[in-house]
């Protein structure tokens, strides 16, 4: 069993930064693969990031990237999501979500095992 705690949410102007950080429980989140997610209001969950568990490869949906970098740290067992030059379109609840399989990463969320309870991120205009 692993249990994921999302932290590093809040408000921002747009053009502003955030990391959000993705904390799981157990030994063995280390070889997982780990998934952000988000949900905006009236709209479905959406792929964002992802990364193997040797963090060799990382997966990003296009309106992200060059803009958000994921990352992880197997010594403090956290998975993190840089978010830069943030636009009110970015605005959502952020999820992390982690699967064993950890070479194989997936752009839809109940694919992985385990999912977090979420994070808010609101960018202003």
């Known amino acids: 069993q692993v249990q994921l705690v999302e932290s590093g949410g809040g408000l921002v102007q747009a053009g502003g930064s955030l990391r959000l950080s993705c904390a799981g429980s157990g030994r063995t989140f280390s070889s997982y693969a780990v998934g952000w997610f988000r949900q905006a209001p009236g709209k479905e969950r959406e792929f964002v990031a992802a990364?193997?568990?040797?963090?060799?490869?990382?997966y990003y949906t296009d309106s992200v990237k060059g803009r958000f970098t994921i990352s992880r740290d197997s010594a403090k067992n956290t998975v993190y999501l840089q978010m830069n030059s943030l636009k009110p379109e970015d605005t959502a609840v952020y999820y992390c979500?982690?699967?064993?399989?950890?070479?194989?990463?997936?752009?839809?969320?109940?694919?992985?095992?385990?999912g977090g309870q979420g994070t808010q991120v609101t960018v202003s205009s």
């Open positions: 979500a982690a699967d064993p399989r950890g070479d194989i990463v997936s752009y839809v969320y109940r694919r992985y095992a385990y």
């Open positions: 990364i193997t568990w040797s963090g060799g490869s990382t």
